[in-house]
């Protein structure tokens, strides 16, 4: 799948596995047990031993001895040679971005402990990525989208509806949603308990047509099978929970059958439901904690609003801080 020069572009997620050997690197080990106290996600404690095996891979011999990587060695010029293969690899620039982020993290950190004298990734720059504006439904699209058609008291079709609700509603992430048990959800208060970034948990509310999909979806789970308090929430046929591949293809799929002409994704609804609240009128603060953002400046990003009217708001909730 693409060596040197494939012109293959390399997604975010990086196919390669973990070495062995860095799993076993006494440095790796302590900057693992670091940053896992810190509360980053497994998925992100994954990725740097990705990255760092792919900078072993990538330097040959220069790091390797004995059992371990002797990381002293990587200097600045090693990893402005290591971002230029990444290039000629065909790594797009998201990505690079993402592992010079994740490595500079690394080094930091062994900097810091006194296991080198300079940060070799300090001063490397990853290329410009731009940053696009977030797709966004109108409401219409919306309604006609949660609203697709199906065959009245189909399971998958209950299923599928209530998690565009959910989406839409909630503002829930992908990754999320995918993770929800039914004892996070509160029936009785329609309070959910989303597991969010970082270990942070926060509760927020299921209202509306989402209760309703949800209490639909419910009374026919218990009518098949069952339901426990640690069942996932949202289940395939194997009552296994689904992936984030595919929730993402049952929205996609979903999307096709309501008629709308373009790609619509889990995502496309998260930023849907903060920009619809927010021309609603709700406050911005709100919906920060809706969507379990840890600054007031994601949520910015997440906005389709007019400047104008985007500039009065964030002025009153500047005021009031």
């Keep these: 799948m693409g060596g040197s ?7 975010g997620r990086e196919r390669q596995g973990t070495d062995e050997r860095i799993l076993r690197d006494p440095l790796f080990s302590d900057y693992r047990r670091e940053i896992e106290q810190g509360g980053r996600s497994p998925r992100t404690v994954e990725a740097v031993g990705k990255d760092l095996t792919l900078l072993a891979g990538l330097a040959g011999d220069a790091l390797t001895g004995g059992e371990g990587f002797l990381w002293e060695r990587l200097d600045r010029p090693r990893a402005l040679r290591f971002v230029k293969r990444l290039h000629e690899r065909g790594y797009a620039p998201s990505s690079i971005a993402r592992i010079i982020s ?16 300079e940060d070799p990734f300090r001063l490397v ?17 919306a309604t006609i989208l949660v609203d697709f058609p199906g065959k009245e008291g189909d399971p998958n079709h209950l299923r599928d509806k209530a998690i565009l609700e959910l989406f839409y509603e909630s503002g829930v992430r992908l990754s999320e949603l995918c993770g929800l048990l039914w004892g996070d959800y509160e029936e009785g208060s329609g309070a959910l308990l989303v597991h969010g970034k970082g270990g942070r948990d926060r509760r927020v509310p299921v209202v509306g047509e989402a209760r309703k999909a949800l209490a639909a979806y419910r009374m026919e789970r218990e009518k098949e099978d069952g339901i426990a308090p640690t069942s996932p929430l949202f289940a395939g046929k194997n009552g296994r929970g689904l992936s984030v591949w595919q929730v993402g293809r049952i929205v996609g799929k979903r999307s096709r059958e309501s008629g709308l002409e373009r790609k619509i994704t889990p995502h496309a609804l998260r930023h849907s439901c903060a920009t619809h609240l927010l021309n ?14 840890a600054s007031l400046g994601t949520t910015q990003r997440y906005l389709h609003s007019g400047l104008d009217e985007l500039a009065k708001k964030l002025s009153r909730v500047r005021e009031d801080t």
């Design 5 to 11: 020069g494939s012109g293959q572009r390399r997604s």
């Design 102 to 117: 994740s490595l500079r993290g690394f080094f930091r950190y062994l900097k810091k402990k006194g296991h080198m004298s």
């Design 125 to 141: 720059t990853g290329p410009r990525v731009p940053r696009l504006l977030p797709s966004v439904l109108s409401e219409g699209e």
């Design 280 to 293: 609603r009128d709700a406050d911005l603060r709100e919906i920060q904690t809706l969507l379990g953002h």
